[in-house]
């Protein structure tokens, strides 16, 4: 198979979907990648690197889409990527598609086979895919707010942690998975005062376990989270429902009548978000006000730390690239419910539920749509 790995175009995006060492992987079994010039530079693999593996350098995104059987990147494709898609060619890279009709429908006409890393499941109830970047994304949402709070960024002018004789910041978050756990593990480190709310109470007893008593666990109701949304300095937004649009939880009602200069991480934004005043925010401009509140909703937040967050990706997903390589698509799909879960689209079809149901579109059974082909 002819493996493709374009240079990622979204805003400050320096991860690259395969390191050197994957495509050594790859090239040992046989298969063939072509890579976009300079498409590593960004974390210090230059051309050179990925030649020396056996890669093909290519001078532009077209080169590489026209050529390649399979396409792996980092983050959705933008609109000038999608347009170079076609037919029976896989797609393997983070999609978000819930929230994201233009995307969706995109993807449905080039009649590609979009497999997203968000969706992919494990045994264990986990997203195998999902994971590292939750890790990386849920220990920078802690950095993110500290910064936030400072008053140079519309903060309240606060530490985390505070100094003795000083109380703490209150960090209140919202969905105590990979994101969550990651980022209560930072706030207690910095010394703050922590809250998960989350509304399965097996994930609040493992995390009352983990940190030994120094997080507070409470069940996620409609009063408790207003309780201590209100109350917070800092809220982290981490909640899922795999696929599904993020529910909004924090209302633009709450964000009223939280404290002035408090701050909210809504890291949750690739889903659409769970504070109804998130809108996706990048690198260069991570912040913004609404009601005194300081925003930070970066879609694309372990992309600011793109050397750490290409090999955790790596990781998690070189398995997974070398078994649709040696074994094509359909039987990849057929042999793993779990890669098939990350199937969203397949030629001009939406494969996923919740992605259907989040844009009333037409769902089919991701079974009955590979048959077909
Ligand atoms: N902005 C960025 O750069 C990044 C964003 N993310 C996003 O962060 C979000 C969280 O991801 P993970 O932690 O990996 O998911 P996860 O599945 O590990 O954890 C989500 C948690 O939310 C909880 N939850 C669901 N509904 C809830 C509710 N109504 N109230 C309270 N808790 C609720 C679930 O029980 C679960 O424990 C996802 O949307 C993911 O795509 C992840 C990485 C990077
Ligand atoms: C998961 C995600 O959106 C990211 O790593 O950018
Ligand atoms: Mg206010």
């Keep these: 198979?002819?493996?493709?790995?374009?240079?990622e175009i979204k805003n400050h995006e320096y991860r690259v979907g395969m390191t050197p060492a994957s495509v050594r992987e790859l090239t040992a079994?046989?298969?063939?990648?072509?890579?976009?010039?300079?498409?590593?530079s960004?974390?210090?693999?230059?051309?050179?690197?990925?030649?020396?593996?056996?890669?093909?350098?290519?001078?532009?995104?077209t080169e590489v889409f026209a050529q390649a059987d399979m396409i792996v990147k980092v983050k959705e494709p933008q609109a000038v990527e999608r347009a170079m898609l076609r037919e029976g060619q896989i797609l393997f890279t983070y999609l978000h598609l819930?929230?994201?009709?233009?995307?969706?429908?995109?993807l449905i006409k080039s009649k590609a086979i979009c497999i997203a890393y968000e969706t992919v499941t494990d045994n264990r109830g986990g997203l195998p895919l999902l994971a590292p970047m939750s890790?990386?994304?849920?220990?920078?949402s802690i950095q993110a707010g500290a910064r936030a709070l400072e008053k140079s960024c519309a903060g309240r002018g606060m530490l985390l942690g505070g100094v003795p004789g000083v109380e703490p910041a209150k960090v209140v978050i919202i969905g105590g998975g990979m994101v969550g756990t990651n980022a209560a593990q930072m706030a207690v480190g910095m010394?703050?005062?922590?809250?998960?709310?989350?509304?399965?109470v097996d994930v609040l007893r493992r995390i009352d376990a983990q940190f030994n008593g120094a997080v507070k666990t409470v069940y996620s109701t409609v009063d408790a989270l207003e309780k201590h949304v209100l109350s917070a300095d800092l809220v982290i937004g981490g909640v899922l429902i795999p696929g599904a649009a993020a529910p909004k939880l924090v209302t633009a009602d709450h964000i009223k009548r939280m404290k002035p200069g408090s701050a909210i991480v809504d890291v949750a934004i690739d889903q659409g978000g769970c504070v109804e005043t998130s809108k996706a925010t990048t690198h260069a401009e991570p912040t913004y006000i609404v009601d005194d509140v300081v925003h930070y909703c970066v879609a694309n937040m372990p992309g600011a730390v793109p050397l750490t967050s290409t090999f955790a990706l790596n990781n998690a997903t070189l398995p997974f690239i070398i078994r649709l390589a040696n074994k094509g698509y359909k039987?990849?799909?057929?042999?793993?419910?779990?890669?098939?879960?990350?199937?969203?689209?397949?030629n001009g079809h939406v494969v996923n539920q919740h992605v259907a149901d989040a844009l009333n579109l037409p769902f089919v059974e991701p079974k009955q749509a590979l048959a077909a082909l």
């Excluded at 819930?98 to 995109?106: G, H, N, R």
């Excluded at 010394?191 to 399965?200: I, K």
């Excluded at 042999?335 to 397949?346: P, S, T």
């Design 135 to 140: 890790e990386v994304a849920g220990r920078m």
């Design 191 to 200: 010394g703050a005062d922590v809250v998960v709310l989350d509304r399965s």
């Design 1 to 7: 198979m002819i493996i493709g790995v374009p240079k």
């Design 29 to 40: 079994l046989g298969h063939s990648v072509i890579v976009e010039h300079n498409a590593g």
């Design 331 to 346: 039987q990849a799909l057929l042999d793993d419910a779990h890669l098939l879960n990350g199937l969203n689209v397949i």
């Design 42 to 61: 960004g974390i210090g693999f230059g051309d050179d690197a990925y030649q020396a593996v056996g890669a093909t350098v290519l001078a532009t995104a």
């Design 98 to 106: 819930a929230p994201d009709l233009p995307q969706t429908e995109d």
